[in-house]
């Protein structure tokens, strides 16, 4: 079992940046591919970032160059930090992770964490 805890979010203003942490619990956390997801209300889940293992990363269009995903395995951590923020951008972050690679499709991974959000004002 992995639990997963997102901290980080909370207001800003558009330009401004934000750092999300998603701390597991629970053994071989390193060995897990994790990725973020946002959720706008009324919206669909959608896929922002995932890293495995080696810190190899992927990116969705729209937050290529203004994000960056990181892990620290020694910490059972894994950032989203988060620069030159859009009104956009606003949603609840979720992260999430499963035994296998990245994907980008929500109902792959295994575990979720309870969200944190993230507001951007213009």
């Known amino acids: 079992q992995v639990q997963l805890v997102e901290s980080g979010g909370g207001m800003v203003q558009a330009g401004g940046s934000l750092r999300l942490s998603c701390t597991a619990s629970?053994?071989?956390?390193?060995?897990?591919?994790v990725g973020w997801f946002r959720q706008a209300p009324g919206k669909e889940r959608q896929f922002v970032a995932g890293?495995?293992?080696?810190?190899?990363?992927t990116y969705a269009d729209s937050v290529k160059g203004r994000f960056a995903i990181s892990r620290d395995n020694a910490k059972n951590t894994v950032y989203l930090q988060m620069n030159s923020l859009k009104p956009e951008d606003t949603a609840v972050y979720y992260c999430?992770?499963?035994?296998?690679?990245?994907?980008?499709?929500?109902?792959?991974?295994?575990?979720w964490g309870q969200g944190t959000q993230v507001t951007v004002s213009s």
């Open positions: 629970g053994r071989t956390f390193s060995s897990y591919a």
């Open positions: 890293i495995i293992w080696t810190s190899s990363s």
């Open positions: 999430a992770a499963r035994r296998r690679g990245v994907v980008t499709i929500a109902s792959e991974y295994e575990y």
